[in-house]
């Protein structure tokens, strides 16, 4: 589904130029569970944000689904984020003055789906999250976990093929943030591709597949034994 | 995005910050009231300067001897004339063109008027009694002028009140012998008010009889002759008919002007208007402020939402549809600020109305449609620079605030 062949990005700061993504290369199957761990600065924020086509690499080649995206211009990468990608930011990114339906709507709103049917699978969502009773609730008057939730919500109810996940426990008690863990996988059991970038070695250990980055590169890509019984059902 | 969710998304943002919409609907619409009320203003200027040169109607035409080719100007009041217009073509006119009502033959000069020992130097006008019906002049008392045979000489006269005021001096007017010259006459009637004509105070002026008045001065020619076109019959019609009758009358040679009071009007209309649009570009000074006032909030709101921007794009949208949603909350306050701008000019010209019922202020429509659209169309280009704008953040740089 992803294929990353030699992507690089440097940042420039002042003079000194970070290496953020140095010579990437990645394959990612659909349906997979990988977690990206490593100290901060590695770079794990800016290779999300590269597979959410939120960013252009320096150079290398980004397949997604075959289609190199290097050569897309900005109005075809939205419309691939749209039909395929789902983000999970760290700092939730809500909009303030839209309820919690209407941002968890939105997504469905920007594609077009009418009214009824937004209104329905909203509801859904919400249901399955455990905020239905928060529709009507403003970003503010939500605690963390119920805006993680909103903001997950709003990920996945365009039935995203990928789900990108940033920290998406960081701001979470572990009640919460172990909540929130299990609805991805679930989605992830459901088919979609999850990649969760995380602090939480435990958290990062559940993923099928982990991928460690230092200094812009990954360093390790490793696949969790089978044979560990307690940690497949959480 | 559908258009119904593109302007249930800008309403939104519209009705959840409120004292940013509210500064540019106040803006607006100030501007819009400001553009009604000034134009209103004009207009009101314009009719009540209409309506007091209105004294001779739309169904009037004035004839007066001399070519005059300038169409619309003011006749000149000493017309050289190639030939008179005599009584008898005013009564070929009455017998051949029906078109005509009637109409008063006008002879004009000034004499001295007296009453006893007293004397008074006042307008003459020799006319026939259709020119208090043509003109609508009202008497304060007695009657018209009865004249059995227009081209003779009657002892009838009217006065104006001044006229009356100061020669009369408390005496019973109607009834009282006055000497004109050394002609002398009989009061019938009082005219009542000012009754401006050609920019003559009726008030102090004696009316008599047309006979009598080219024999005071002398002369046969008329000064005008005022016709009133009969009802359902053509102004333009009957004026051209006239001219073909005197044309024929005095041997083939067109030697009088009919003016028609429309073309009379119409230049001050004209002068009015230009005063009325002078005043309303006034006022569209204020929605050009309000426009700038657009441009900095939305730049403003570009930067306070730059995280929204980014989360949009991020969920799929495009740079098209960022500008859109910008450019479309500006023309949505706008439009709402001229609807709030035009409904509060309205209202103070209502009051205006009440406190000065004699003028009648009104809003031209084009002033209102204009102001309207000036306003949308300030919303829409004003916005479209900075929505340009935040349409090309990057979606990362937008989500970081970078
Ligand atoms: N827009 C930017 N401009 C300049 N430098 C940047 C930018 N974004 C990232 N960087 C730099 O690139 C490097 C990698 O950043 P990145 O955000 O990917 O790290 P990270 O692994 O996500 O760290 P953390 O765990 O703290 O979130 C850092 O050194 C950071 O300073
Ligand atoms: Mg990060």
Redo the contacts with the bound molecule.
């Keep these: 589904m992803i294929e990353l062949v030699e992507l690089n990005k440097t ?3 002042g003079e000194q130029s ?1 290496h ?1 993504l140095d010579q990437i290369n990645l394959r990612i199957d659909a349906g997979e569970y990988l977690s990206v761990m ?12 590269m597979l959410g086509l939120l960013d252009r690499p320096d150079s290398g080649r980004y397949l997604l689904n075959g289609l190199e995206t290097t050569a897309l211009d900005e109005t075809e990468r939205a419309r691939k984020r749209s039909e395929m990608i789902g983000f999970v930011f ?1 700092a939730y990114h809500l909009v303030a003055r839209l309820s919690a339906r209407e941002n968890i709507e939105l997504p469905l709103m920007l594609s077009g789906v009418p009214g009824a049917e937004r209104r329905r699978r909203s509801k859904q969502v919400m249901e399955r999250l455990g905020i239905a009773d928060r529709g009507h609730h403003l970003p503010r008057q939500l605690s963390g976990g119920q805006r993680q939730r909103v903001a997950l919500a709003r990920a996945i109810i365009r039935h995203p093929l990928l789900l990108l996940a ?2 998406p426990t960081g701001n979470l008690d572990s009640q919460s943030g172990a909540e929130v863990v299990t609805l991805i996988e679930e989605l992830n059991r459901d088919g979609i591709t999850l990649l969760v ?1 995380t ?1 939480d070695l435990a958290l990062g250990q559940r993923a099928a597949r982990q991928l460690k ?1 230092v200094d ?1 590169r990954i360093v390790e890509d490793r696949c969790r034994q089978p044979a560990v019984p307690e940690s497949a059902h959480g | 995005m559908g258009e119904r969710d593109s302007l249930l998304f800008c309403w939104q943002s519209i009705t959840r910050y409120r004292f940013r919409s509210a500064m540019i609907l106040l803006a607006i619409g100030f501007g819009v009231a400001a553009v009604v009320v000034l134009t209103a203003l004009g207009e009101g200027a314009r009719r009540y300067v209409l309506q007091e040169f209105a004294f001779l109607g739309k169904d009037v035409l004035v004839m007066f001897p001399g070519r005059n080719e300038t169409t619309g100007g003011l006749p000149p009041v000493t017309g050289a004339a190639a030939r008179d217009i005599t009584l008898a073509d005013v009564a070929v006119l009455g017998r051949r063109v029906s078109g005509l009502q009637q109409s008063a033959p006008l002879v004009l000069g000034s004499a001295a008027v007296s009453f006893q020992q007293r004397s008074r130097e006042v307008i003459v006008l020799g006319t026939s009694a259709a020119f208090v019906t043509v003109r609508k002049l009202k008497l304060a008392r007695g009657r018209n002028l009865q004249l059995e045979d227009i081209e003779r000489a009657s002892v009838e006269c009217l006065i104006g009140q001044t006229l009356e005021r100061e020669l009369l001096q408390g005496e019973a007017a109607l009834g009282a012998l006055l000497r004109v010259a050394d002609y002398r006459c009989r009061v019938v009637g009082v005219l009542q008010g000012r009754g401006d004509a050609f920019g003559m105070d009726l008030g102090d002026s004696l009316i008599l009889s047309v006979a009598a008045a080219q024999r005071l001065f002398n002369t046969a020619g008329l000064f005008r002759v005022i016709m009133q076109v009969r009802e359902g019959y053509d102004p333009e019609q009957v004026k051209q008919q006239v001219i073909d009758v005197i044309t024929a009358l005095h041997q083939g040679e067109n030697d009088v002007t009919v003016v028609s009071p429309d073309a009379l009007l119409s230049t001050f209309d004209d002068i009015l208007t230009a005063m009325t649009l002078g005043v309303g570009a006034i006022g569209g000074i204020s929605l050009l402020v309000a426009g700038i006032l657009i441009m900095n909030i939305t730049v403003i709101s570009v930067g306070q939402r730059t995280e929204e921007i980014g989360l949009l794009k991020a969920l799929g949208a495009d740079d098209r549809l960022i500008r859109k949603l910008f450019v479309l909350e500006a023309v949505l306050l706008s439009v709402c600020g001229a609807v709030l701008g035009s409904l509060a000019g309205l209202l103070l010209l209502l009051l205006g109305r009440q406190l000065l019922p004699q003028v009648d202020f009104a809003v031209p429509l084009w002033a209102l449609f204009g102001a309207g659209g000036v306003a949308v169309g300030c919303g829409f280009l004003f916005s479209w620079v900075p929505a340009t704008r935040a349409s090309k953040l990057l979606p ?2 937008a989500l ?1 605030r ?1």
Excluded: I, Y
């Design positions: 940042f420039m700061l970070v953020a490593g100290p901060s600065g590695s770079g794990k924020s800016t290779l999300l944000n760290q940033d920290e970038v602090h980055m812009g | 990362l740089n970081q970078r």
